[in-house]
């Protein structure tokens, strides 16, 4: 028997994802799609992409009545409304991966800080933050994942292989990202209007941007003391993907190759991490619609790394990962529903 889904805010970006990915899921089944603003039509006549491929209804969200429907549920709703949706599920049992910040953070303090107050402390100590290259084992035994943003996962997957070898100063790590606009959610905001991003190219919410904070929680646990990193996202004129440029210093002189083998040995066996050659590095055309992360490095010989991460952030920075996370937690083979290969042509 096929397990149940339902997805909690179903028509946003993140919502279409899911649906796209768990369509040719062969262990799953969508039951329940919920849309406070489209309940009562069905999900092809708000994303026409799905025409004669799948007609499920919206519906308004009723905790009981999705409940009898699902035995897994995805919530694809904003921050704050997700600490509201969640526990209700949890308390019925259901297995959850949420994609908001709600339950990301460990600390209730520190997303309090950067969001607004938490009504559901009591389940932080129960999610896990769902980057699966990092926290495998014990997404398999929770029942709430809080799936990382997109910037956060790009830039964690470059740095971990070399914080975890204490190669590099935990001092002064920049994080330069760059992302297309479907970042911004599907809502009509004037700063991601047509005419507001193309031809134009800024940064934006520079020491203000609450993604720092996932990217310091996750290397300072790693360490095993508070980290600080500059985080500086800029805004492009493209509609998906996440280039990231880390700049560190190492701890000691190495060659590309050298820092190359490393991160090869770090994530052998990675199914969705790929690594470049030398003189290689990664373009986000390469990984658009799938849910590869790929990484490049460049060693200056004199103690300068750079290294160089892309990913969808709609696929592997949110529904794939999301995805990745709920086969880890029902225990699917890891890729199973995600063997896509990127749309570049």
């Not at 369509?23 to 004669?52: C, D, W």
């Not at 904003?78 to 259901?94: D, I, L, N, Q």
């Not at 389940?123 to 997109?150: A, M, Q, W």
């Not at 560190?248 to 083998?261: A, I, P």
Request: proline share 6%.
């Amino acid at each position: 028997m096929k397990t149940r889904v339902g997805i909690i805010g179903a028509t946003g970006y993140t919502g279409l994802e899911l649906l796209r990915l768990l369509l040719r899921h062969p262990e799953v089944e969508i039951t329940a799609l919920t849309s406070q603003k489209y309940a009562g039509l069905p999900i092809e006549g708000v994303f026409p992409s799905l025409m004669n491929q799948f007609s499920l209804k919206c519906e308004e969200l009723s905790f009981e009545r999705i409940a009898e429907k699902v035995d897994f549920v995805f919530t694809a709703v904003p921050h704050k409304t997700a600490m509201e949706t969640v526990p209700p599920f949890y308390e019925r049992g259901k297995k959850v991966v949420d994609l908001s910040a709600d339950f990301r953070f460990k600390d209730a303090a520190v997303y309090e800080k950067w969001y607004q107050k938490h009504t559901a402390t009591e389940l932080l100590p129960e999610s896990v933050f769902g980057l699966p290259e990092l926290h495998r084992s014990v997404i398999k035994k929770t029942k709430i994942v809080g799936n990382p943003g997109c910037y956060p996962t790009g830039a964690l997957l470059g740095l971990i292989p070399l914080v975890k070898k204490n190669l590099i100063s935990l001092e002064n790590i920049i994080v330069d990202s760059k992302s297309g606009v479907s970042g911004a959610g599907r809502d009509v905001v004037l700063d991601s209007l047509f005419c507001e991003v193309n031809e134009g190219v800024k940064a934006y919410k520079i020491f203000e941007h609450r993604h720092t904070p996932e990217i310091e929680q996750e290397l300072s646990q790693l360490v095993g003391r508070k980290m600080d990193v500059t985080f500086v996202p800029h805004l492009i004129p493209m509609d998906r993907g996440i280039l990231s440029t880390l700049y560190v210093r190492l701890t000691k002189k190495m060659k590309t190759e050298e820092v190359l083998d490393l991160f090869v040995d770090a994530y052998r066996g990675e199914p969705f991490v790929r690594i470049y050659p030398k003189g290689k590095l990664p373009n986000t055309r390469n990984v658009k619609g799938s849910n590869y992360c790929d990484i490049g490095v460049v060693s200056g010989g004199d103690g300068r790394m750079v290294i160089v991460t892309a990913i969808d952030n709609l696929v592997k920075g949110a529904s794939g990962q999301a995805v990745q996370n709920m086969n880890i937690m029902l225990g699917f083979p890891e890729t199973m529903g995600l063997e896509v290969v990127p749309l570049s042509p």
